[in-house]
Structure formats: C-alpha cells, structure tokens
C-alpha cells in the first residue's frame, strides 16, 4: 500500500538544538502538507507546497522554523534553534490536487517532538 | 475566520449502542467537509468527503450527513474496533492555500 513515510518516529533534544523531520510523500502526490499537533491546539497547518513550491506558511514562526522540498520524493521541516513550545507531533500529509484543491489527504505517522 | 467545533469531547459507547457525533462549522463558502479517524500514535485516517448540504455517505457502520451548518457521524452498533479519534475538516472554496482547518475531535471508547 502507497503511504506517506516519516522520520524520525521520535526525536529527544536540547533547547537550542536543530531538528530536521523528513517526509517521503506518496509517489504521483502533487501537494504535501506539514501539520502540527498539540492537546491543547488540536491539528495546525504550518506549510503546504503544490508541485513543490510553498503556497503557504503562514502558520509557522519564521524566524525558526523552515519548510523545503528539495525534490518531489522528499519534503523537510527544520527548526532552529528549537525550544520547549515546539514539543508537539508533527505530521506530514500528501495529496492529489487535480482541479487545483487537494480532495484528501493521506498523512504519514508523525514525529514525536520532544524539546528540554 | 473559518472555524470547526466538535461535540461532545469524549464519548463512551457499549458496545451495540447507536450514537452521533457532531461537527458544527463556519466557513466562507463550504468547498468539501472531511471526516478523519485517528488511531493513537498515528496519523488521520481519511473517512468521507461531504460537498453539499443533503450529501450522505456511507461505509460499513459509520454514515455522514451535511447540513449547511453541520455534519453528523452516525456510528450504528459500534464495536470496540471503532475506539478511536474523530476528527471533522473544512475546506474553504475561496481559500486558494488549500488550508484544511480540524476540529478538536471527538474520542470515541466502545466498551465491550
């Protein structure tokens, strides 16, 4: 079965510390969403890229955080220098937008995220 | 601002009883509604899309319905299988970022 591919599963570190969390989205997916997730804030966009180019980030604190996609197999989300706040799960979604909205998305297991 | 609520927060079942869960919604132009299931430590599973207010779907023991303010998730002699997150999406016809905005979900637990 085609499924979207995250890693790390779980990632312990430092404040200060830069994290990398990498996305293989599904083969023939043209859209890939970073979200995260948080009891109290429930599912947050962060970024989302069409055909590789970021659409929107908005969601995301800029001064830290980075959303790229280097290539069509592979998206990444860094944060840097990272803080306790950014402890979260972080999910990676892909889909097939055709008529120009993606009509669903399939998400990958996420990163735990864990920041002392 | 779009914006998705969900009722009630958590949900406790016996096993055979028929319930509904609710999404209420707000959005500038309604382009599709989304129902998700969430299995700890996973991501969302999708479920259904709704488009239009009288729209239903249905898959094995869950049926969604669309009004233009809300959507139900009809759960009829759930099993313990069925535990799990409910998560209910909204995507704006006019928002061109292609934002799916969640709801809170709802935690379903079936008890056998």
């Known amino acids: 079965d085609a499924r979207v591919t995250q890693t790390p599963r779980h990632k312990v570190t430092e404040m200060g510390q830069e994290v990398t969390m990498r996305c293989q989205p599904i083969l023939g997916h043209n859209t890939v969403f970073w979200y995260r997730q948080t009891m109290m804030q429930g599912l947050e966009l962060l970024a989302y890229?069409?055909?590789?180019?970021?659409?929107?980030d908005s969601g995301m604190p800029k001064d830290r955080f980075s959303a790229e996609m280097p290539d069509a197999t592979l998206a990444t989300l860094k944060i840097q220098p990272s803080e306790p706040r950014d402890s979260a799960v972080y999910f990676c979604?892909?889909?097939?937008?055709?008529?120009?909205?993606?009509?669903?998305?399939?998400f990958g297991s996420g990163t735990q995220l864990s920041v002392l | 601002e779009d914006q998705v609520t969900q009722s009630p927060e958590a949900l406790r079942l016996q096993e055979g009883e028929s319930s509904s869960l609710n999404c209420s919604y707000t959005v500038s132009g309604l382009r599709g509604l989304f129902w998700y299931r969430q299995d700890p430590g996973k991501g969302p599973e999708f479920l259904f899309t709704l488009y239009s207010a009288g729209e239903e779907k249905e898959k094995e023991r869950l049926k969604a319905t669309l009004t233009k303010k809300e959507s139900f998730l009809h759960i009829t002699a759930p099993k313990p299988e069925d535990s799990a997150t409910y998560l209910c999406a909204v995507q704006a016809r006019a928002d061109y970022g292609q934002n799916f905005v969640f709801g809170p979900g709802t935690r379903l637990s079936v008890l056998p």
């Open positions: 890229f069409r055909n590789r180019a970021p659409l929107d």
């Open positions: 979604a892909s889909g097939l937008g055709i008529t120009g909205f993606s009509e669903k998305l399939f």
